[in-house]
Structures are given as structure tokens and as C-alpha cells.
């Protein structure tokens, strides 16, 4: 029985909740694929991605350490909701996300107290498979140097990378695209924080010309 854990470090309740929300608008939603309806949670990064568009979260410090985590993105938010909403009677709030073998729990802590005390959690399953190798998706785009033919990009989705970078940044931090050399690139947006970095990966749809 596999007993490794994966814990982030204790991080504002409501700056996690507002970093897996971002992360969580590129989880799909079809039960078939149930690999991408969940969010993918590292030492390095946060991600999520529905095969159509990617977000990839990377902290200035690591929230997490251990074993890589494959958690259900609605149910993960849903916790997370919650919490943020049970916090409110208190000043301050912590939150500590615990993945041990195949379960994952999620504790809120008050935070102005010298020793931080449990005021609530959640638990539940991980999901047993493996998230889509995505770096490459990254590593390999290169800015334009020129621009290239007319593409399409899906409005839903475009107002998802709008919506996304709000959960994390003020309304006047730029939200910087990236444009790539063919069509068959992605489109990448950057929102970049003092705590960290949210990319986002677009698919572009080709226009019948």
C-alpha cells in the first residue's frame, strides 16, 4: 500500500481557493475522460486541462511537496467553497491539502492563533490515472515572427482565460498573450503575481478560408 504524502504548506484558505479556481475553469466535465476532470497538483505546479484549453499555475514558493496528485477539479472546488465560506467567522484562515496513497483531505486552520487550530475539512479519492504530458505544449511554442494566417478562437473559452486570471490578479494586472507561429500553435496568456504565475493554453480553430 502506497503511504507517500503530498501536503502543501499552509497557504491562505482564500488565495488556494482562488488559485484552484482558476486552474479548475480548464478541467473538463465529460465522466468518459475522467482523467481531465481533474486537477493535476505538484511541488512545481498546479494544472488542468479539458483537451481544448490548459492552465498551468506556478507558485513563487511551493505549495506542495511529495507525490503528484490527480484530484477531481468540482469536488476539490466545491471543498474549497465551503471552507472559504466557514471561515468567515474567524479573522484569519489556513488551508493544508494532505494526499496520502489514494486519499486526499483538505483541513481549514485558524491562523491567528499561535498554536492553529482545525475548524473544518473535507476528504475524498484521488483519481486513479495519469494526467496528460502537457510541458512539452510549453516548452516547444516560440513567439511569431510574423503573424500568421487568420485563426478562430472559441468565445467561451476566451472569456475562461479572462475569468481565470481575475481569480487571481486585480482587474488592471495585464493579461499577456502570446501569439505562435502557425495556427496549429497554441495561443498561450500569461498573468503574472507577486506569488506567482498562471499560463494558459488556448487551441486556436482554423477558419474555412
Known amino acids: 500500500m502506497n503511504t507517500e504524502t503530498t501536503q502543501t504548506t499552509r497557504t491562505g484558505l482564500t488565495e488556494l481557493a482562488n488559485i484552484i479556481g482558476a486552474v479548475a475553469l480548464h478541467a473538463g466535465t465529460d465522466q468518459t475522460r ?19 484549453s490548459l492552465g498551468r499555475y506556478t507558485p513563487t514558493e511551493p505549495i506542495t511537496t511529495g507525490k503528484p496528485a490527480l484530484i477531481n477539479a468540482r469536488e476539490l472546488t466545491t471543498a474549497l467553497n465551503n471552507l472559504t465560506k466557514a471561515a468567515k467567522n ?6 493544508s491539502l494532505t494526499i496520502t496513497g489514494d486519499k486526499w483531505q483538505l483541513t481549514a486552520l485558524e491562523s491567528d492563533l499561535e498554536t492553529a487550530e482545525t ?19 510549453f516548452d516547444d511554442a516560440k513567439p511569431a515572427a510574423t503573424p500568421f494566417e487568420p485563426t478562430g478562437l472559441n468565445p467561451e473559452y476566451l472569456e475562461r482565460l479572462t475569468k481565470a ?22 495561443i498561450i496568456t500569461t498573468t503574472t503575481t507577486e506569488a506567482g504565475q498562471l499560463e494558459q493554453l488556448l487551441m486556436p480553430q482554423r477558419l474555412n478560408q
Open 165 to 186: 486570471s481575475r481569480k487571481i490578479a486585480p482587474k488592471t494586472t495585464p493579461l499577456i498573450i502570446s501569439i505562435w507561429q502557425t495556427p496549429q500553435r497554441p
Open 34 to 52: 475522467y482523467a481531465l476532470t481533474g486537477i493535476y497538483i505538484t511541488a512545481e505546479n498546479i494544472q488542468a486541462t479539458d483537451s481544448y
Open 119 to 137: 475548524f473544518s475539512s473535507y476528504t475524498g479519492q484521488t483519481i486513479p490515472a495519469e494526467f496528460p504530458h502537457t510541458r512539452q505544449l
Open 90 to 95: 474567524y479573522k484569519a484562515a489556513q488551508a
